[in-house]
């Protein structure tokens, strides 16, 4: 190459050139998750938006909202449209759960539930005849469950009880579980057993339990502070007959299975406490820019102003966590620290947001007229499920440690 | 009988937005401002592809002018349920003054190459609300225009068409090919679904045409009018129509063809009541 300085000034432009488009901002997208994004925005205000207030109120998701969920194909998100899903990406999934989040959380974490729990394991584990079985189903009409924790387990997850016991060619399975989202609706529950409780977590198990199998009990839902119009509710199984050929995956593998999910999982939720926030500002910015006191707009007092970008760069660095987890997933790469990172970050913000919008808007805020208090109440979940903040931090504590063992 | 329907679609400037005007006053502005295709243009696009369900039509093929971010529009319409686009591509200074006249030469022209048996278009764009394209194509091809349509079917070669007029409803029977214009409550358009805006995107059937004279698309893309802002003007006078048509005949607008120009004079208190010419 030349060495006069003319060209080492263009080689040095066209190499900044060439760094600047391989390493895009987070926030590009592909023109498959643009569209994506504008029609669930699309769909969520004109379709969900209307609804969210009185499902709220009756503690209970409209049949309808589900039913457009499907035909939508926001069910079925990676699923291959072989079996009748949408063959998008996971990222695609992240902006669903996001935009929907905008709108509902409630709605949104049954899309997360759906896409990144249940038809990630069937997907990954599923034999042929248990994706045939299934995938069409949950792509297009049917809804399903996982069912992990228990009265006496939640971050102790494998402390559970619910056995199965080996027969022939099937299993018989007794115990309970607690807290199942989506119980009432769901058409299937994929639920962790313990098939010997002697070899403790290494006896967990994924079976596959219809809902019309004898002996499975729906128990009431729970009345929540918040996501009230996602059903939570127990489950008990009394001598339940499950077939062999229902286990997903290997026998006792079941732990591993759980914790790879649910490191996923925490990217949707992670989504989801974003989408909830960023619903939430988009609320109140507004008014605070039309509400005049003392003569001026209120968001024109430096005091309101200090607060309003403070929260709103704590959305910004929410979503570049959640993002970078996502794409790491996507690369294939470890992404595990991240995925915690994201998820407790954006819970706290969507607490901190939340809160401060309350505020911001003054007595309107604490009414139930307005949207605001209901996000305040959704997002205090964010902290608890999925893996509480005291569980994430000590994962990240976990591979900050291992990073320094040299 | 092709069964073919061109179906028109425009980018324009998202209706939610809020509209600015641009400083130099030629317009309003347009860098980054969200666009989406026409909510009109919306409501054709799912009369076709209705048409299309019922096996009324046999081929839905959305047209839109304009620059490279046209093929946008043209994927939303894809993903609705057009089967393939058609994306005219006109930039620049000529698509400053792409109106009404010269989109409805192009689908004039493009109906007769893909042999259309009907045209839906919106009634009106958003953005400069002219109610003209649809009418003016149907007076090129010189076939039947059914405006304003509410309700459309279709009964062999022949359409029943109901208008939404001033009056109330007009029942008409137009024949085929003809020209329709949608109206608002001629349907609710589908939301697009993610399988479909998959399909779409995997759909490389959009053909580019570019205008010019070389090809059988040959518009004369002339600007027809030119915004000035009266700034030589002064208030306080007894301005009528007679000085007002002077002045414009001075100014020396260079019109090449007859057009209606609206002038909004006066400055303030001053302001005289707009006139023609």
């Known amino acids: 190459f030349s060495l006069s300085n003319n060209s080492l000034v263009h080689g040095g432009h066209a190499r900044q050139a060439e760094v600047a488009s391989s390493f895009p901002p987070l926030q590009t997208y592909t023109e498959e998750e643009g569209m994506m994004r504008e029609a669930v925005k699309k769909y969520a205000q004109e379709r969900i938006a209307p609804l969210v207030s009185k499902m709220d109120e009756n503690s209970h998701m409209d049949e309808e909202v589900i039913k457009s969920l499907f035909e939508q194909g926001l069910m079925g998100i990676e699923i291959d449209p072989e079996y009748g899903g949408t063959g998008s990406s996971f990222f695609s999934s992240i902006l669903v759960i996001e935009e929907l989040a905008k709108v509902d959380p409630s709605v949104a974490v049954l899309c997360d539930i759906q896409n990144t729990l249940i038809n990630t394991l069937f997907v990954k584990l599923g034999t042929p005849a248990q994706k045939e079985k299934y995938l069409n189903r949950l792509s297009t009409d049917m809804i399903g469950s996982f069912c992990l924790s228990e009265a006496e387990s939640g971050s102790d997850a494998f402390a559970l009880k619910t056995r199965a016991e080996k027969h022939k060619d099937y299993y018989v399975i007794n115990g309970s579980k607690m807290w199942i989202?989506?119980?009432?609706?769901?058409?299937?529950?994929?639920?962790?057993?313990?098939?010997?409780?002697?070899?403790?977590?290494?006896?967990?198990?994924?079976?596959?339990?219809?809902?019309?199998?004898?002996?499975?009990?729906?128990?009431?839902?729970?009345?929540?502070?918040?996501?009230?119009?996602?059903?939570t509710c127990p489950l008990n199984f009394d001598n339940i007959k499950v077939p062999e050929k229902n286990i997903l995956g290997e026998v006792g593998h079941g732990y591993k299975y759980a914790i790879g999910m649910l490191n996923e999982g925490r990217i949707g939720i992670a989504a989801q406490m974003l989408g909830l926030a960023q619903g939430c500002f988009d609320?109140?910015?507004?008014?605070?820019?039309?509400?005049?006191?003392?003569?001026?707009?209120?968001?024109?007092?430096?005091g309101m102003?200090?607060?309003?970008?403070?929260?709103?760069?704590?959305?910004?660095?929410?979503?570049?966590?959640?993002?970078?987890?996502?794409?790491?997933?996507?690369?294939?790469?470890?992404?595990?620290?991240?995925?915690?990172?994201?998820?407790?970050?954006?819970?706290?913000?969507?607490?901190?947001?939340?809160?401060?919008?309350?505020?911001?808007?003054?007595?309107?805020?604490?009414?139930?007229?307005?949207?605001?208090?209901?996000?305040?109440?959704?997002?205090?979940?964010?902290?608890?499920?999925?893996?509480?903040?005291?569980?994430?931090?000590?994962?990240?504590?976990?591979?900050?440690?291992?990073?320094?063992?040299? | 009988m092709s069964g073919r329907v061109l179906v028109g679609v425009k980018r324009v400037i998202d209706y939610a937005v809020k509209i600015r005007v641009k400083p130099d006053n030629t317009g309003v502005v347009t860098d980054g401002v969200k666009h989406s295709m026409n909510p009109f243009c919306e409501i054709a696009v799912e009369e076709a592809v209705k048409l299309k369900e019922k096996k009324l039509i046999k081929e839905v093929v959305a047209v839109s002018?304009?620059?490279?971010q046209s093929q946008e529009t043209i994927r939303t319409a894809l993903a609705m349920g057009a089967d393939r686009g058609i994306h005219v591509d006109v930039s620049g200074k000529d698509y400053e003054n792409l109106g009404p006249l010269q989109v409805s030469k192009i689908l004039a022209a493009l109906a007769k190459q893909e042999d259309a048996q009907l045209i839906l278009l919106g009634k009106q764009a958003i953005d400069d609300d002219c109610n003209q394209t649809g009418q003016m194509t149907a007076a090129l091809l010189d076939w039947p225009q059914g405006t304003f349509a509410s309700e459309v079917s279709l009964e062999g070669d022949k359409i029943n068409l109901v208008r939404e007029i001033d009056g109330g409803?007009?029942?008409?029977?137009?024949?085929?090919?003809?020209?329709?214009?949608?109206?608002?409550?001629?349907?609710?358009?589908?939301?697009?679904?993610?399988?479909?805006?998959?399909?779409?995107?995997?759909?490389?059937?959009?053909?580019?045409?570019?205008?010019?004279?070389?090809?059988?698309?040959?518009?004369?893309?002339?600007?027809?009018?030119?915004?000035?802002?009266?700034?030589?003007?002064?208030?306080?006078?007894?301005?009528?129509?007679?000085?007002?048509?002077?002045?414009?005949?001075?100014?020396?607008?260079?019109?090449?063809?007859?057009?209606?120009?609206?002038?909004?004079?006066?400055?303030?208190?001053?302001?005289?009541?707009?006139?023609?010419?």
């Open chain 2, 65 to 68: 002018c304009g620059p490279q």
């Open chain 2, 169 to 277: 409803l007009e029942h008409i029977k137009i024949n085929t090919p003809a020209v329709i214009t949608a109206d608002l409550r001629l349907n609710t358009p589908r939301y697009a679904t993610l399988p479909n805006i998959m399909d779409s995107l995997m759909n490389n059937e959009t053909e580019l045409h570019k205008p010019n004279h070389r090809t059988s698309l040959c518009v004369g893309l002339i600007p027809l009018f030119e915004t000035v802002a009266p700034e030589d003007m002064q208030g306080g006078t007894d301005r009528s129509g007679a000085m007002l048509r002077h002045t414009v005949l001075q100014s020396g607008l260079g019109l090449h063809t007859r057009s209606l120009v609206v002038f909004s004079i006066g400055i303030g208190k001053n302001k005289t009541k707009l006139g023609t010419v």
């Open chain 1, 283 to 302: 609320h109140t910015v507004p008014y605070t820019r039309q509400r005049v006191q003392f003569g001026k707009r209120i968001f024109d007092f430096q």
């Open chain 1, 181 to 231: 989202s989506n119980a009432e609706h769901a058409g299937v529950f994929l639920v962790m057993a313990n098939v010997d409780l002697s070899a403790g977590y290494r006896g967990i198990t994924c079976f596959i339990v219809d809902r019309d199998t004898e002996g499975l009990e729906i128990g009431k839902k729970e009345n929540k502070l918040g996501l009230r119009a996602s059903s």
């Open chain 1, 305 to 406: 102003q200090h607060q309003i970008a403070h929260v709103a760069t704590q959305i910004e660095a929410a979503r570049l966590l959640t993002y970078n987890a996502a794409r790491l997933k996507e690369a294939g790469r470890t992404f595990i620290k991240e995925a915690c990172m994201a998820k407790y970050f954006s819970a706290e913000v969507a607490t901190l947001t939340t809160s401060k919008c309350i505020e911001w808007m003054g007595g309107v805020g604490f009414t139930k007229d307005y949207p605001i208090e209901k996000y305040y109440r959704d997002c205090k979940i964010g902290t608890i499920y999925e893996g509480t903040t005291n569980i994430q931090l000590s994962t990240m504590a976990k591979f900050i440690d291992k990073e320094y063992n040299v």
